[in-house]
């Protein structure tokens, strides 16, 4: 089993980021927070550290970074309980809101889409070009990048093998490389992917829009951790070290405008309950 890793507020620097480790220190509890994990490890974390760190000290809750190697295992961690907030869409499925976990907020941008894309010079010009050829996805937990896409290559009777690549950028590393034909894709992170990576897509499919991920909270939080852990988020871009932090961030991965965290609510999410009603069993 892949053990989780958990990113302690040390230099952005991957050797120096995971340490395995308890859930306390002292007698204060440590909060875990698991992002989905959108880029690759490195980047990951080095996104999120430092915006963890701040907020950890702006709101006085201890927060751990905790990631899996893979978005299935962060993913999973969320699932058996072992962290208290997430910055997630895998949560909005019948069963797992079951669980109890609570919208408080979202980063402020547009909305996503799911796309199927080919570099710029791929020959295939069709979804039914991709018939029988190996198409990359993040992995099975990716709602928007596999779930999405994947749903609409079933409902055009488009049969592919279909490969998973643990995250977004291996997805894009092997349809580079040319090990697949296409990609299912987030449409943030083909652009963040496009100017860190000085590589050119080609969209031949987009879905309908869906509201960026939630930052959510586990019911076992008090409320007003949730409430301390919220605003630190809300005033980043109020404030000059938040700004700075925040800027970082966007130019780590091309994020195409400023970054920033807003409040937000369950009713942001209505799409994705209305996907998950009606999408092929395969994907729910």
């Known amino acids: ?51 963890i760190r701040y907020v950890s000290r702006r709101s006085g809750v201890p927060l751990d970074l905790k990631l899996g190697r893979t978005q299935a295992d962060t993913t999973s961690y969320v699932l058996a309980r072992e962290v208290d907030f997430a910055f997630t869409n895998h949560l909005f499925t019948p069963a797992r809101a079951r669980m109890g976990w609570t919208v408080f907020g979202r980063r402020d941008g547009p909305p996503l889409q799911g796309q199927i894309v080919v570099p710029a010079d791929s020959p295939v010009r069709s979804l039914a070009d991709l018939a029988g050829a190996p198409v990359a996805f993040p992995g ?7 779930k999405v896409t994947y749903a609409e290559l079933l409902r055009q009777h488009v049969p592919v093998n279909v490969i998973f690549a643990s995250n977004m950028d291996g997805a894009f590393t092997q349809l580079f490389a040319g090990k697949v034909k ?90 994705y309950r209305a996907f998950h009603a009606d999408a092929p069993l395969a994907v729910r």
């Open 140 to 146: 099975p937990e990716a709602v928007v990048a596999y």
């Open 182 to 271: 296409a990609a299912g894709a987030n449409s943030q992170l083909v652009q963040h992917y496009s100017g860190r990576e000085r590589k050119s897509f080609r969209v031949l499919w987009s879905s309908e829009p869906f509201t960026d991920l939630a930052l959510m909270a586990s019911p076992r939080v008090p409320a007003d951790q949730v409430h301390a852990v919220a605003q630190a988020f809300f005033d980043m871009d109020k404030d000059p070290e938040g700004r700075r932090i925040l800027a970082a961030a966007a130019a780590l991965v091309h994020a195409a405008g400023p970054l920033s965290f807003v409040a937000a609510s369950d009713a942001d999410y209505a799409s």
């Open 1 to 51: 089993m892949v053990r989780p890793l958990i990113v302690r507020f040390a230099p952005a620097v991957l050797a120096g980021l995971f340490a395995a480790g308890a859930a306390r220190a002292g007698d204060t509890p440590v909060y875990h927070f698991s992002p989905a994990n959108q880029y690759n490890l490195q980047v990951s974390a080095r996104f999120w550290n430092p915006i």
